[in-house]
């Protein structure tokens, strides 16, 4: 058995409560390094500050040798495919790939042939995995637990790598889920079970959690669906919608934040905000999901060239 | 008080003289490591070789992890701002960051907000202060001190990051400046105090140090305003006027030089020049600035993320 | 003395063998560092995944401090010329660097000035010497000697950077080469003495090794000189020809592998393939290569800057 982390709805929650607190001991200072010196690499076809710093940290906080990868310099650029390009890596000494791509599902390529664990960093409009969890360990860090919370998820649902599987996740763990935003962005008719649609104010006034997601310029093909002004007033959290929202209610958001559309300039780092605390915790779930994906590998690389008909001896 | 290093016109004589001092023991041999393990970020918005691989081998030679951040593959594509880019670094647990981009005064928008020390890698055409600072070691280094030595800048003053601020610091420090050069590339009804104009062939025969500037093409908009040989023949460091220099004086040069404009081929690795001691000594004063910054920092990034509630116990 | 690797032709076969010798106690498991803490820089002005990122992981296998150096943002972009870019990274304390570049002979201008070792990591169409190696290395752990050996290098002989080195150094070991492929890329009439020329299927049928060579698109000008499907059944490894191939007999291919044109798809990781042995074989040949240039380096960097008139003392 591998232990990848592609997507979250493959994991039970038992798994998602393992890793949210093994994340919470690194949080609370605890380390764990690797006995020998491991090898990983960040493959990014897609930009990202955020996450691929974030994992940047916690494979050096995990004591491990981060193999650089850029893309433009890559023989990704000469046609190679992403299967020969990561068999290449592991045949080289990597001894785990973390993958971002904007091909949804690009794994799938991958889950024959490649022997070493792989993180999914995104792919395509389908999964953020490391996203949800952070997500998830935010909450838990404020609420102590899932069992009764509304999350309310506004935005552009449709395109998201997190409404989805996060929605699945924490209904699983024993919250529901509001949905709202844009009708156009938003499945009414095919709601997931324990989810529901409302209109913004509505949800913003009932949810204890307000998670708001970016508006994704970049995937829609540069066409400007909304004004800036126009999405703000209509499904953003403006500085009027804050204050109906509960005592206790906090604010997520993935970033990065188009300040003045999905939230008011002057919100982003309020009391209320977590945004800067997820990105924090960010570094500790990729440490929890690394160490997994270390610890409990398969012997690892030495089965790997084993095609060899003897050994030079010299 | 944050330890930043924004321009060498803020910092008094005695900080200047600190900071050489602290540069001359690094080149000498000593060694200064922070007692826990710090993560540093060097954000070029702007290209350079000299100055990010200078400050990556400072960087490792203290012992920080650095961790790479690369522009092209950057949310700053997506359109997010400066101060969210650095405020991410600091969440996710970035100790300080050095930056340099091409807006002046940059720094303006993060000095609220921004916890961790920002290290100025060169700003527009404002400051580069590391680079002033290893032009007064590399002088230091060879005359003692600046009492009464006579420092020739000749070049476009106008547009140079270094050339107003070297003369500063140099006059506070003891010496005068002559500064030449094409009419047009030097205010000469607005001198500072303590600096003087004069025709190249009489700035070359009367200095201590002659100071070449880098023609920068690239910041006039790709319009020459100089043949080649144009400029080398009337403002450059030519064999002949090389042979006018007093005997003890030196060549410095910021680079990249641009080999037959500025100064002759054949000069740039002369007995007189220490341009690539300058390149050197860069190394050491960016090991003291950053020491500086990071033996000095209040308290650091426990106080960042603060606004929780309650800490999760499980 | 300079323990450059610029071309294996230049090389005697005792210095092959000691460079196999100990790429292969690196196999086994041996280590080597150097007492001091060296810094190496990887300068790669043409993409490569295989190259650098096998340079990357033998570099810190050693121990070595990898700075980066990245070709986008470096002031190669103002026009500095290479001699410069690896001058002033010995300035500033680089202790040996790796280049690759698109120029043939490249390093003719770096060999006068520059006084740290410099590894060849492929010039132009000229050389590419730990690629040899690797050959080599996989090709005597097959077999235990190259005396007597039969090895057809198949492709395009005349663009390929490690044909002629390749044969050569076989030639020099004992074996016998045979070249096949498009009578357009292989110069029938001026075979180097110990090759002869062969249709492609008596030379798969007569070789102990077949060696693909990579059709290199990016190389003719993005002309296609043949339909993807013609070139796999005139001169590639089909299905049909890999059966016509001896008991023993192995297939190499120095990656990325365009699949279905050189190499049949189901053929890349069949049993006779040592196409990722090969890359796992880079590694250790570059660690062998890189601890042979820094073992033996000169005293190093002390005298580079040595022009100095007196130290300031303070």
């Given at each position: 058995?591998k232990w990848?982390?592609?997507?979250t709805?493959?994991?039970?929650?038992?798994e998602?409560?393992e890793?949210?607190?093994s994340a919470?001991g690194?949080?609370?200072?605890?380390?764990w390094?690797?006995?020998n010196?491991?090898?990983?690499?960040?493959?990014?076809?897609?930009?990202?500050t955020?996450?691929?710093?974030?994992f940047?940290?916690?494979e050096r906080?995990?004591?491990?040798e981060?193999?650089?990868?850029?893309?433009q310099?890559?023989?990704?650029?000469?046609?190679?495919?992403?299967?020969?390009?990561?068999?290449?890596l592991?045949?080289?000494?990597?001894?785990?790939?973390?993958?971002?791509h904007?091909?949804?599902?690009?794994?799938?390529?991958?889950e024959k042939g490649?022997?070493?664990?792989?993180?999914?960093?995104?792919?395509?409009?389908?999964?953020?995995?490391?996203?949800?969890?952070?997500?998830?360990?935010?909450?838990?860090?404020?609420?102590g637990?899932?069992?009764?919370l509304?999350?309310?998820i506004?935005?552009?649902?449709?395109?998201?790598?997190?409404?989805?599987?996060?929605?699945?996740?924490?209904?699983?763990?024993?919250?529901?889920?509001?949905f709202?935003?844009?009708?156009?962005?938003?499945d009414?008719?095919?709601?997931?079970?324990?989810?529901e649609?409302?209109?913004?104010d509505?949800?913003?006034?009932?949810?204890?959690?307000?998670?708001?997601?970016?508006?994704?310029?970049e995937r829609?093909?540069?066409?400007?669906?909304?004004?800036k002004?126009?999405y703000?007033?209509r499904?953003?959290?403006t500085?009027?919608?804050?204050?109906?929202?509960?005592k206790?209610?906090?604010?997520?958001?993935?970033?990065?934040?188009?300040r003045?559309?999905?939230?008011?300039?002057?919100?982003?780092?309020?009391?209320?905000?977590r945004?800067?605390?997820?990105m924090e915790?960010?570094?500790?779930?990729?440490?929890a999901?690394?160490?997994r994906?270390?610890?409990?590998?398969?012997?690892?690389?030495?089965?790997?060239?084993?095609?060899?008909?003897?050994?030079?001896?010299?």
């Amino acid at each position: 058995m591998k232990w990848d982390l592609l997507t979250t709805s493959k994991l039970s929650t038992t798994e998602i409560q393992e890793i949210l607190k093994s994340a919470s001991g690194f949080a609370r200072g605890e380390s764990w390094q690797p006995k020998n010196r491991l090898f990983i690499s960040n493959l990014f076809f897609e930009p990202s500050t955020r996450t691929k710093t974030s994992f940047e940290i916690a494979e050096r906080k995990l004591g491990l040798e981060v193999i650089p990868f850029e893309v433009q310099t890559s023989s990704v650029l000469k046609g190679e495919t992403l299967y020969d390009t990561v068999r290449t890596l592991e045949a080289i000494g990597t001894d785990a790939v973390v993958i971002r791509h904007s091909a949804d599902n690009y794994f799938a390529e991958l889950e024959k042939g490649i022997s070493i664990p792989i993180i999914n960093g995104g792919d395509g409009r389908g999964h953020h995995p490391t996203q949800s969890l952070l997500d998830l360990m935010t909450i838990q860090q404020e609420f102590g637990s899932f069992t009764g919370l509304k999350v309310a998820i506004i935005g552009d649902i449709l395109h998201s790598r997190v409404a989805r599987s996060n929605a699945d996740a924490l209904v699983r763990l024993g919250a529901s889920v509001i949905f709202s935003g844009p009708e156009d962005w938003v499945d009414i008719q095919g709601l997931p079970q324990g989810c529901e649609y409302m209109e913004v104010d509505d949800a913003i006034r009932e949810a204890d959690v307000v998670m708001l997601l970016r508006v994704q310029h970049e995937r829609h093909d540069g066409k400007l669906l909304f004004e800036k002004n126009d999405y703000h007033n209509r499904f953003g959290l403006t500085v009027e919608r804050e204050k109906q929202m509960k005592k206790e209610s906090i604010i997520l958001h993935p970033a990065p934040v188009n300040r003045g559309v999905e939230i008011a300039d002057g919100l982003v780092e309020c009391s209320r905000s977590r945004i800067f605390k997820q990105m924090e915790n960010g570094v500790y779930i990729r440490m929890a999901v690394l160490k997994r994906a270390l610890e409990n590998r398969n012997g690892g690389r030495e089965d790997v060239n084993a095609n060899q008909k003897w050994q030079a001896t010299y």
